[in-house]
């Protein structure tokens, strides 16, 4: 696709349920982002994948969340026994590495969860 | 943290004015970029700096980078009801590619 796509656009559970959000990114984007934005609040990162490097998992707030990237592409980010604080808009990124992209990120439209 | 912090929080304009954003980030950078996010969008590139460069243009933006001071600010100039959106700058320490972004501007430009 021409950018990158996110789904669903809205999600509402059930606090204790588990969620997979879904990222497509740009193709041939070697680079994958997850992030998390409260109501209001700037972007916290979640989790990177670039290439076939293992994933930078350092900003995953807890067991709960995991994150895996098939095939070098799409990417499914999955909360495990939701709560109501992870209530927030999950917003995805793609990047060409080097060269003159110079990290220039791509975000999708996100995904906003709500959880009751 | 090595978020960028944006100063202020939120400014509020009228249509024509010029928008002063500022950006302080805590160690060496790589290069420094803006975004932009409309409400309930996701966000979009705007400009990168890199840590070499002093200024750059683009279009009614203009960027400047003081790595000595750490900081960074993003001009808008005529700016336009259109322009009103929240503005993050994200500092890329060279940690991979990854970005660290800050908390954001929220800009209100009234007609």
């Known amino acids: 696709g021409a950018g990158v796509s996110q789904s669903p656009s809205n999600k509402v559970t059930e606090k204790g349920k588990d969620v997979e959000l879904r990222c497509d990114p740009i193709?041939?984007?070697?680079?994958l982002y997850w992030y998390r934005q409260s109501l209001g609040q700037g972007l916290e990162f979640l989790i990177y994948?670039?290439?076939?490097?293992?994933?930078?998992k350092s900003g995953l707030p807890s067991d709960r969340f995991s994150a895996e990237r098939t095939g070098g592409s799409v990417s499914t980010l999955t909360i495990q026994r939701t709560q109501q604080e992870d209530s927030a808009v999950y917003l995805c990124?793609?990047?060409?590495?080097?060269?003159?992209?110079?990290?220039?990120?791509?975000f999708g439209a996100g995904t906003r969860l709500s959880v009751l | 943290s090595q978020q960028g912090e944006e100063d202020p929080q939120a400014l509020s304009i009228q249509e024509g004015e010029n928008a002063t954003m500022n950006c302080s980030y805590k160690?060496?950078?790589?290069?420094l970029q803006w975004y932009r996010q409309n409400s309930g969008r996701g966000l979009v590139h705007l400009i990168l700096?890199?840590?070499?460069?002093r200024e750059k243009h683009s279009g009614r933006l203009r960027v400047t980078l003081d790595t000595s001071k750490k900081s960074s600010s993003l001009l808008i100039t005529a700016s336009r009801a259109a322009d009103t959106a929240s503005y993050f700058c994200?500092?890329?320490?060279?940690?991979?590619?990854?970005?660290?972004f800050g908390q954001g501007t929220e800009l209100s430009v009234k007609p």
């Open positions: 160690t060496s950078i790589n290069n």
């Open positions: 193709s041939g984007h070697t680079a």
């Open positions: 994948f670039q290439g076939n490097s293992a994933p930078d």
């Open positions: 700096i890199r840590s070499n460069e």
């Open positions: 990124a793609s990047s060409l590495r080097g060269g003159v992209a110079k990290n220039i990120q791509y």
């Open positions: 994200a500092p890329d320490y060279n940690q991979g590619g990854k970005l660290i």
